[in-house]
């Protein structure tokens, strides 16, 4: 069983920076793929970013390439994004979620992750 807690978000002003932090219970964590989500007022939740269990490849939503870094570090149990150039149409309540080895080869699809944090919401003003 794996617990996920998110922090970091907040309101900013576009072209700004947040960092959003997701902090994981379990002794398994390293083993786990972890993805960022987002979902907005009256919309599906969205990929945002992925990263496989060793940090060693990452994959991106096309609206945030260039902006957004996802990264991993196993020795803190916590996943991290970095979102830069911040837009208002990144708006949304941002969700961390976990994915079991061995399972789907699939990143992007929200299904295919088993444990799911609570959100944090983030809002960019213009």
């Known amino acids: 069983q794996v617990q996920l807690v998110e922090s970091g978000g907040g309101l900013v002003q576009a072209g700004g920076s947040l960092r959003l932090s997701c902090a994981a219970s379990?002794?398994?964590?390293?083993?786990?793929?972890m993805g960022w989500f987002r979902q907005a007022p009256g919309k599906e939740r969205e990929f945002v970013a992925a990263?496989?269990?060793?940090?060693?490849?990452?994959y991106y939503g096309d609206s945030v390439k260039g902006r957004f870094t996802i990264s991993k570090d196993n020795a803190k149990n916590t996943v991290y994004l970095q979102m830069s150039n911040l837009k208002p149409e990144d708006t949304a309540v941002y969700f961390c979620?976990?994915?079991?080895?061995?399972?789907?080869?699939?990143?992007?699809?929200?299904?295919?992750?088993?444990?799911w944090g609570q959100g944090t919401q983030v809002a960019v003003s213009s």
């Open positions: 979620a976990a994915k079991r080895p061995f399972g789907s080869k699939s990143f992007t699809n929200r299904y295919d992750y088993d444990y």
């Open positions: 379990g002794r398994t964590f390293s083993s786990y793929a």
């Open positions: 990263i496989t269990w060793d940090g060693g490849i990452t």
